[in-house]
């Protein structure tokens, strides 16, 4: 029988591997550009490009859990998936706006900008994707131990 430890760790080396080629490999270039638009056509792409990262998630963690013999239950998958899914998502919608300090701005922007990070946000124009991608990466390992339990 496999332990906790061993398929939360083996989940989360799956849903990293599928992090890194839904976030580029999969993600179309119209949503990539899109994705961060206000209204329907921005909800629309980032839509589509959580779906397709999601997607590529979970045949990772399918593959993962046949061929390790993991025994981890599509539910557990299904909701681990959700909380990758729906962060990822709130990040996305920032697209192109890290830079806005403004009450308009999304929340997840407002947050960085009230925690010290304007001028970086302001001047780097790498700073916005950095955060996006940390952001990512420290929901992975929550959904791997929704995943793994």
């Not at 990822?88 to 890290?98: L, T, V």
Request: hydrophobic share 45%; proline share 4%.
């Amino acid at each position: 029988m496999t332990s906790s430890a061993s398929r939360t760790a083996a989940a989360y080396v799956a849903l990293i591997a599928g992090h890194e080629i839904g976030d580029y490999w999969a993600q179309r270039d119209t949503d990539a550009r899109d994705k961060g638009t206000p209204g329907p056509v921005g909800r629309a792409a980032c839509a589509r490009h959580v779906a397709s990262y999601t997607a590529v998630q979970a045949v990772a963690l399918a593959a993962a859990t046949r061929y390790l013999r993991l025994g981890i239950g599509w539910r557990r998958a299904a909701v681990g998936l959700a909380v990758s899914a729906v962060t990822h998502y709130a990040a996305d919608r920032c697209a192109g706006h890290w830079p806005d300090d403004s009450n308009s701005a999304p929340a997840l922007v407002r947050f960085a900008h009230k925690h010290g990070k304007t001028k970086w946000l302001t001047t780097d124009p790498g700073a916005g994707a950095l955060l996006d991608q940390a952001w990512h990466r420290a929901w992975i390992p929550v959904a791997a131990a929704i995943v793994g339990r």
